[in-house]
């Protein structure tokens, strides 16, 4: 069965970078969209961004310009590079496969001093 699993989390100061990973299995990768949300304490999970299996992308007007994610189709992995970081950026972040029901267990990216 489809299998997603994020990693790269961590704390890291504000005006920092992270970059998340998101290993998929079980699925035809290249023939899905790709999303990133993620969820803050006591706030709905937001989509962060997405890119299609063409390679466009979108994003969040808070994390534009700051964000990008991108994908490599033979490996299966989903990526978000995170620069400038904020203490509102402070969320788990989840990868999901377009049109499923399919999310991974995410990982904590915090944003702190």
């Known amino acids: 069965q489809m299998q997603l699993v994020e990693s790269g989390g961590g704390l890291v100061q504000p005006g920092g970078s992270l970059r998340l990973s998101c290993a998929a299995s079980?699925?035809?990768?290249?023939?899905?969209?790709m999303d990133w949300y993620r969820q803050a304490p006591g706030a709905q999970r937001e989509l962060v961004a997405s890119?299609?299996?063409?390679?466009?992308?979108n994003y969040a007007d808070s994390v534009k310009g700051r964000f990008t994610i991108s994908r490599v189709n033979f490996r299966r992995t989903v990526y978000l590079q995170m620069n400038s970081l904020k203490p509102e950026d402070t969320a788990v972040y989840y990868c999901?496969?377009?049109?499923?029901?399919?999310w991974g267990q995410g990982t904590q990216v915090t944003v702190s001093s």
């Open positions: 890119i299609t299996r063409g390679g466009s992308t």
């Open positions: 999901k496969v377009r049109d499923t029901d399919s």
């Open positions: 079980g699925i035809v990768f290249s023939s899905y969209t």
